[in-house]
């Protein structure tokens, strides 16, 4: 894997902003993402964690409202020709919704079936699945005891103060 050094108050910066632009639903839209008249951030009840089918995390979606989020993603995955094939990059496919939990219960293994849909333990949290490819403002669904853990985070010192 590819990496670079980067200073840890410019790293702290970067995760707080791509938090911050979770919240805000005119990024999340810019981005590409179908999220109708949801308001932001999108926080849900821990029983998130628990769902450990495939089709109960799919209708638990779709009555959030995220029924053209879906849709976006299932029609997204294409299939490359020429090179970028041969060199093992076979499939492209739209980025969804990121799951953010304080510890998973079942649900990581239930979104593994979704295209584009990833589950990340608060503990883990980092720029890369909050802004894939650089731009911030994916859409984020965060459990109660995710953002719990998160406040008591960034109270112990272990993030930057953010103004908004």
Partial sequence: MIYRKINVKERKLALDTAIAFTGDG????????????????????????????????????????????????????????GTARMRGRTTRKKVGPLIVVSNDRGVGKAAKSIPGVEVVSVDNLSVLPLAPGGVAGRLTLWTASAIEVLGTRRTKGEGMKVEA
Wanted: aromatic content about 8%; charged content about 30%; hydrophobic content about 40%.
């Fill in 26 to 81: 005119n990024a999340v839209a810019w981005r590409g993402h179908k999220t109708g008249k949801l308001k932001f951030p999108l926080v849900v009840s821990d029983e998130l964690e628990s769902l450990e089918k495939t089709a109960a995390l799919d209708s638990f979606l779709e009555v959030l409202g995220l029924a053209d989020e879906m849709r976006r993603i299932y029609g997204g995955v294409k299939r490359r020709s």
